[in-house]
């Protein structure tokens, strides 16, 4: 076949791609628009989800109310009460100052002495579902959370409703505390408010794949450099140390931003869909972890967790060859496989179609059944997590019991008792 000759004017392809990408850049900087938060608000709470979320009867909250104790809640339709979340954190506070005995079941947030808690959720199925889901969960339980997207696509972010628009971006993710250069700015400017009360996030972007470049040239030249890379990131999140509880790491497929992530993790966190093609893939993803860890604790620096655990998702109870895996996981690696599992759900993907959590969303819209089921597994799998978060912290389990309390009680404190 002849050789093809182009003219030696025409545009190269990636010429073309250059220019289209300057000319839907500056187009984008005409309106004034880098990144955008999606300007959504997180809806209020009901009495009876208030109720279940503190650990108390419905009456009792009606009662506060009605005495004039704590915020005022909002009066909707026949004096329903609803709580923002600000309020029920607002909640906690009194009833811990009212009920000394019961502070920490209120407030549960660290007190001296307690270490932060950094949990690393490794890139897998549904991870970052996982980590969205995870982080809502322990703010609506008072906890103090920090998310951070290490993933260069910003996959979490998206979740939360922060977007980037255009490239390059400058400092807008944990790039800024742990780049190589004289650029370097301090970690809490690349915090995000959330919509959740207690909650921020530090953004993914394209910035971290710069990261990943550095950090393997410096690898190729310098010989082991993922310790260097380690600290970064441990000294990165010591800067912020005080100011959480817990920290959520969502993992990309980035080599050095994941080794960093382990380093620094007081936990893991492995997703992994019971089926055998979702667990070979897993067990690859294990291996790279003890490598990752082989090669920062050759530098010296012993790598310290004090959890590693495994959480099945997207399961099918139905499916029997799912549960024939759920058993072969759990014959292999007993109890550091958790007990609950989080279900395969319409509910989750219809909210994650609308561009919300379930938290942020009422079972109306997505469907009264597939909502509580879905919430029940989401809640079951948060509470095992945040028990095992109490033990490190040498407190009694209380999250589990919370969850088995609130499904037997059924809808005793229900939308309709306000």
Avoid at 115 to 142: H, M, R
Avoid at 331 to 347: F, I, K, M, N, Y
Wanted: charged share 25%.
């Amino acid at each position: 076949m002849p050789q093809s000759e182009k003219p030696d004017d025409e545009e190269r392809i990636v010429e073309r791609v250059r220019r289209h990408s300057d000319s839907i850049w500056a187009s984008i900087k005409e309106q004034g628009v880098a990144a955008r938060a999606d300007l959504r608000t997180l809806r209020s709470f009901s009495l009876g989800e208030v109720a279940e979320i503190l650990g108390v009867s419905g009456s009792y909250l009606r009662q506060l109310s009605i005495d004039g104790q704590g915020p005022t809640p909002k009066l909707g339709t026949a004096g329903r009460r609803s709580y923002t979340l600000v309020q029920i954190n607002e909640l906690r506070n009194y009833l811990a100052s009212a009920r000394p005995k019961e502070a920490l079941k209120f407030c549960p947030r660290r007190r001296e002495g307690d270490k932060l808690q950094i949990i690393s959720v490794v890139a897998g199925p549904a991870s970052t579902t996982t980590s969205f889901y995870l982080a809502q969960g322990l703010a609506l339980q008072g906890f103090r959370v920090l998310a951070i997207d290490l993933d260069s696509y910003g996959s979490l972010s998206r979740m939360f409703g922060f977007y980037y628009f255009g490239y390059p971006v400058h400092n807008a993710s944990i790039y800024a505390a742990i780049r190589f250069d004289e650029h370097q700015e301090s970690m809490r400017s690349a915090i995000q408010p959330t919509l959740f009360d207690g909650l921020d996030l530090v953004p993914g972007s394209a910035e971290l794949s710069f990261f990943e470049e550095e950090c393997g040239r410096r690898f190729r030249s310098e010989k082991l450099r993922y310790p260097d890379a380690s600290i970064r990131m441990v000294s990165a999140l010591k800067e912020v140390e005080a100011d959480y509880d817990v920290v959520v790491l969502a993992c990309g497929d980035g080599g050095f931003l994941t080794a960093g992530a382990y380093e620094a993790a007081t936990g893991v966190l492995v997703t992994v869909r019971p089926e055998m093609p979702e667990i070979v893939s897993m067990t690859s993803s294990l291996y790279s972890f003890t490598h990752f860890v082989s090669l920062i604790e050759k530098s010296g620096r012993p790598v310290k967790h004090d959890f590693f655990k495994y959480l099945v998702t997207r399961h099918d109870p139905r499916d029997v060859s799912q549960q024939k895996s759920i058993a072969m996981l759990r014959e292999s690696v007993g109890d550091d496989l958790l007990t609950a599992t989080v279900w395969e759900s319409d509910a989750i993907r219809q909210a994650r179609d609308k561009g919300r959590s379930l938290y942020e969303l009422s079972s109306g819209a997505v469907g009264r059944s597939s909502y509580e089921q879905a919430m029940k597994s989401l809640n079951s799998a948060n509470a095992e997590i945040m028990d095992i978060i109490f033990e490190v912290w040498g407190r009694a389990p209380f999250y589990v019991s919370l969850a088995s309390r609130s499904t037997t009680a059924g809808k005793a404190s229900s939308e309709s008792r306000g």
